[in-house]
């Protein structure tokens, strides 16, 4: 049972970062508010 446990914990953490990249170069699709991301997304950023 830990080690199934720890697989999906793995998957769900690189799954996690995978996301974050993602959106740290796309912006809201609301134009009304955005709120503002971390500093510690800004490492991810392809585009500085």
């Known amino acids: 049972m830990k080690k199934i446990m720890l697989k999906a914990l ?3 953490s690189a ?3 995978g996301i974050a990249v993602l959106s740290s170069n796309t ?3 609301w134009f009304v508010y955005q709120p503002e991301e971390p500093k510690a997304l800004e490492k991810l ?3 500085k």
Do not use: A, D, G, P
């Open 15 to 17: 799954l996690s970062l």
């Open 27 to 29: 912006t809201s699709m």
């Open 45 to 47: 950023k392809k585009l």
């Open 10 to 12: 793995k998957n769900i």
